[in-house]
């Protein structure tokens, strides 16, 4: 009789067992959607920010070197890179009280499972990839 108990307890504890391998999957996969989600809109507002200093650098030194090495400091701290020749800064016309900067910006994606899915080949892994590491090209205009 308790020999019977306990295989009906067995089933239990392997049922236990399946629902709690499927919540730590189910919150894996979670966490990693939420971390790519968080970079690419993180990598927008890194280079919108990124900008600006350059803008606000320029405008206050004149110096195109000084502001770039602003936005690139800024990306940095942030834990973005700057795209190799996205940066552009074009002075106004009217003077150096105004100029319009470009920045490129990339950032890498710390996740737990989907960065083993760029090692999948036909084009699927490419795409991943393109993904876990989200770029923007964004522009300021000084007014």
């Given at each position: ?18 629902y709690l391998a499927l919540i730590v999957i189910v919150a894996v ?5 939420v971390a790519v989600t968080k970079a690419h809109l993180g990598v ?100």
């Amino acid at each position: 009789m308790t020999l019977a108990r306990l295989r009906r307890q067995d089933g239990f504890v392997r049922e236990v067992v399946w629902y709690l391998a499927l919540i730590v999957i189910v919150a894996v996969v979670i966490f990693d959607v939420v971390a790519v989600t968080k970079a690419h809109l993180g990598v927008r507002q890194n280079a919108i920010d990124a900008a600006d200093e350059a803008v606000s650098v320029y405008i206050q030194t004149g110096n195109p070197g000084m502001a770039q090495d602003s936005a690139t400091v800024l990306l940095k701290e942030h834990g973005s890179v700057m795209i190799p020749g996205s940066f552009k800064l074009v002075p106004s016309a009217q003077g150096r009280d105004q100029a319009t900067v470009t920045v490129g910006a990339r950032r890498s994606t710390p996740t737990y499972v989907f960065r083993y899915f760029e090692r999948i080949p036909w084009g699927v892994g490419d795409w991943f990839h393109k993904e876990l590491n989200p770029a923007s090209i964004e522009t300021n205009a000084s007014t």
